[in-house]
């Protein structure tokens, strides 16, 4: 890791990482002793909360399905930066200015953490992850139009992708400090090593999460015209779905372990803390709410971890 100075986003996403698990271990803990405000502001979709206090709060509830609007911005803004380090690395184009004052203001970094490759790699892998998702939401998930979501979930959504792609290219030779191209890291033994089995496993976990995702969109579809027929929720079944009830949360887990382990930074890991906290969280108020909801819903499945949790 690096030397322990907090940058700006280190701030943010260590910040969210704490607010999301306090307020979720509270909430799943203690939840009659919370206010209604922070519940409902906490909670969406299925298990978003019932009760009619706090209905203030809905003065700044925005349709989950603008979900959505995630991935637009991920694909396009991964994909961009991903052609323009492509520019940068292999076609001798200058790092701009206004990119190198932008990146130094947001992570303070003087000299690179990472190897080209490296970086390279984990930009590529996060953004075919960020066109899965794009697709998803866009032509295959059923969101119920009466689900809502708060707008700082919408807000984090949009800030999470953005510091990722930033959090990758900002400690990559020649996006920070003073490099001579002639002298920058191109690849390194950790890399070399990490970079087949951390691609398997990346790409493993991605068609894993697809294929739950499908099993999510179809119960709510015909299955001979492929027409949505119902927004009610049911419970799903097969897969990892006989053995956790959020596994399209696991894999996300261990996506982002992928990527840590090929950007190991300071920043990485605080966004790393984030995604954990909020997948977890979110993992086991849905866990909760299947097992209230369903009668008869199975009790061998655990809620995000097989055997664990």
């Known amino acids: 890791?690096?030397?322990?100075?907090?940058?700006?986003?280190?701030?943010?996403?260590?910040?969210?990482?704490?607010?999301?698990?306090?307020?979720g271990v509270i909430i799943n803990n203690y939840e009659k002793y919370v206010p209604a405000f922070i519940i409902k502001s906490?909670?969406?979709?299925?298990?978003?909360?019932?009760?009619?206090?706090?209905?203030?709060?809905?003065?700044?509830?925005?349709?989950k399905a603008y979900y959505r609007h995630f991935y637009l911005f991920s694909t396009l803004f991964s994909s961009l930066t991903l052609f323009y380090m492509f520019m940068v690395y292999f076609f001798e184009v200058t790092v701009s200015y206004p990119v190198h004052f932008v990146l130094k203001l947001l992570l303070q970094e003087n000299e690179p953490s990472v190897s080209v490759s490296a970086a390279l790699l984990a930009l590529s892998l996060l953004t075919i992850q960020c066109v899965r998702r794009f697709y998803e939401t866009y032509y295959l998930q059923v969101f119920a139009k009466s689900s809502k979501m708060n707008l700082s979930h919408y807000l984090a959504g949009i800030i999470h992708y953005f510091a990722c792609v930033i959090a990758v290219v900002g400690q990559a030779p020649l996006f920070c400090g003073h490099q001579n191209r002639n002298s920058i890291v191109w690849n390194d033994y950790r890399t070399?090593?990490?970079?087949?089995?951390c691609s398997v496993i990346f790409l493993a976990m991605w068609y894993e999460q697809y294929r739950t995702n499908i099993i999510f969109a179809n119960l709510r579809k015909d299955k001979k015209s492929g027409e949505v027929v119902t927004e009610e929720h049911k419970i799903p079944h097969g897969r990892m779905f006989e053995h956790v009830s959020s596994p399209h949360r696991m894999c996300e887990i261990v996506l982002y372990t992928v990527l840590l382990m090929l950007v190991p930074t300071k920043t990485f890991f605080c966004i790393y803390l984030w995604v954990l906290g909020n997948q977890i969280q979110t993992a086991i108020q849905a866990h909760e709410w299947y097992k209230k909801t369903f009668d008869k819903y199975p009790s061998n499945r655990f809620a995000i971890f097989p055997r664990l949790l």
């Open 1 to 23: 890791m690096d030397d322990l100075d907090v940058n700006i986003i280190d701030f943010i996403f260590l910040s969210l990482a704490f607010a999301v698990t306090f307020t």
């Open 192 to 197: 070399t090593i990490l970079a087949i089995p």
């Open 42 to 63: 906490y909670r969406y979709g299925s298990f978003a909360y019932q009760g009619t206090e706090a209905n203030f709060v809905q003065a700044i509830e925005i349709p």
